[in-house]
């Protein structure tokens, strides 16, 4: 009976935080203009992946305007903002089940994106793959000359 009891709120503590998760994306969504390209990322810096327990900093959309990439975790403050044209964009190594890839500044710094969805029995990363897909065709396509 214990077992059954546990299983069922470890399935609505799963389901409150995909609702909640969701519910923030549209919510910050809201705020963004119209995109290219938008889907729910988890962000690391590059001085917590692969550091700690805890993979990722924060959550929220991460979206394509133009040539910028726009990352927002918090309603109540402004986009991390990337130039597509100044950064590159590579897979990294898959970790923790994960796949993974970067956005490499101009001065080196790195920041990671997984947008990875819990499954029963695995994480899907399908949408880290045509996120990754997109914004590397993005910057091949901003990198040609004119």
Request: with cysteine; net charge positive.
């Amino acid at each position: 009976m214990g077992a059954i009891v546990g299983g069922l709120i470890g399935l609505l503590t799963a389901l409150a935080i995909m609702f909640f998760k969701n519910r923030k994306f549209k919510k910050l969504m809201s705020t963004a203009p119209q995109a290219e390209y938008a889907a729910l990322y988890h962000y690391a810096h590059y001085s917590r992946y692969k550091k700690s327990l805890k993979f990722y900093d924060s959550f929220g959309p991460l979206y394509v305007i133009g040539n910028n990439l726009y990352y927002k975790a918090d309603a109540n403050k402004e986009p991390m903002v990337l130039d597509l044209t100044q950064c590159t964009v590579q897979p990294e190594p898959d970790w923790r089940m994960l796949k993974w890839f970067s956005v490499t500044t101009p001065v080196g710094e790195k920041h990671y994106f997984n947008s990875h969805v819990m499954g029963a029995f695995k994480g899907d990363s399908s949408e880290t793959d045509k996120g990754l897909a997109f914004l590397q065709a993005k910057t091949r396509g901003a990198k040609q000359p004119s």
